[in-house]
């Protein structure tokens, strides 16, 4: 048998040993007389000349993967997570995409980092799909003062409570409105050592989770007070498209100058978008325009979001 027909028996006999019967690259290197080494330089060999061919399968569950592999090209951020909704209405849509943010957060957790995060209903429905782990040495950070009541269950203390204690970690509160009344209470605020503290850990978090908000009259920030119709308007006219923690953005993801940033007690977005992971949440049609524009302003680099939003993003790049 000619020396070139022996190499690619011993390629075959090799692909085979490790591929199908499960051998480790040690054994084979036994069973062969190979160092381990020399096995894995066979494998790639025969991987080259076509002696091992991938197949991979597409299963019906991963149908949104070309979705996301387009975005992740075309905006250059680390992953994007399509959900297929099974329904238009807003309960079932945040519950969808807080089972799938919830399952993206904890993968790329390991147990002792500071995860920031802020509030609404999308980070609500995300605590809701959380499971229960034991990090004792993670931390959790409240990243923008309370909105809305405090009993509230979108509201960011009892989120932040209760995303801690489902991950067995230790919670840290920002005992502060999110919007005061002038600058002279919001720089008085700030001055408190714990308050000042708080926001420094926030904005050196690890990974850092936020809804995509759009001041619109039947949203959060609207029906709780947050905001006035006059506040929404100027926003508006100034270009606003949405906002991060109540960090107003326009359509290119670049911040609005408004003095409502001087009332707010709150992570800057600037030390947002130094954490690691920011992983951006938002579903509706309503939210395609803020979503493209933390994409367009890269203040985020994983995204979640729904099918249609997806596509969008994809055909109107």
């Not at 000349?49 to 250059?76: D, F, G, S, T, W």
């Not at 100058?257 to 954490?275: D, P, Q």
Request: hydrophobic share 40%; aromatic share 4%; charged share 25%.
């Amino acid at each position: 048998m000619p020396a070139d027909s022996r190499g690619k028996k011993l390629l075959y006999k090799i692909a085979k040993a490790y591929y199908e019967d499960g051998l480790t690259q040690q054994d084979i290197g036994e069973r062969f007389g190979l160092s381990r080494i020399k096995v894995s330089r066979l494998l790639d060999q025969a991987r080259e000349e076509k002696i091992v061919q991938v197949l991979i399968v597409h299963p019906p569950e991963a149908l949104n993967v070309e979705y996301e592999r387009k975005i992740e090209e075309m905006y250059h951020i680390k992953e994007a997570v399509v959900v297929s909704p099974t329904s238009n209405e807003r309960p079932i849509l945040y519950q969808e995409l807080g089972e799938a943010a919830a399952a993206c957060l904890v993968r790329h957790l390991q147990g002792h980092e500071v995860v920031g995060l802020t509030w609404g209903g999308t980070m609500k429905a995300i605590v809701d799909a959380l499971p229960a782990e034991s990090w004792p040495e993670m931390r959790v950070v409240q990243l923008l003062g309370g909105l809305g009541r405090p009993e509230a269950e979108m509201h960011g203390a009892d989120l932040t409570r209760r995303m801690a204690q489902t991950f067995g970690a230790k919670p840290r509160l920002l005992y502060a409105p999110g919007i005061v009344p002038n600058k002279l209470v919001c720089d008085a605020l700030k001055g408190d050592a714990q308050i000042a503290d708080t926001l420094t850990l926030g904005g050196n978090a690890d990974v850092i989770i936020v809804g995509l908000g759009r001041p619109t009259a039947d949203s959060p920030v609207m029906q709780a007070g947050i905001l006035t119709e006059m506040d929404r308007q100027a926003l508006e006219q100034r270009g606003a498209v949405g906002d991060i923690a109540l960090r107003f953005i326009d359509a290119r993801g670049e911040p609005i100058e408004h003095e409502i940033n001087e009332r707010i007690i709150g992570v800057e977005l600037e030390s947002i978008c130094k954490a690691r992971r920011i992983i951006g949440v938002a579903g509706g049609s309503n939210k395609y325009e803020v979503i493209r524009a933390a994409l367009m302003g890269k203040l985020i680099n994983v995204l979640v979001t729904d099918e249609g939003n997806a596509m969008r993003l994809i055909q109107e790049r």
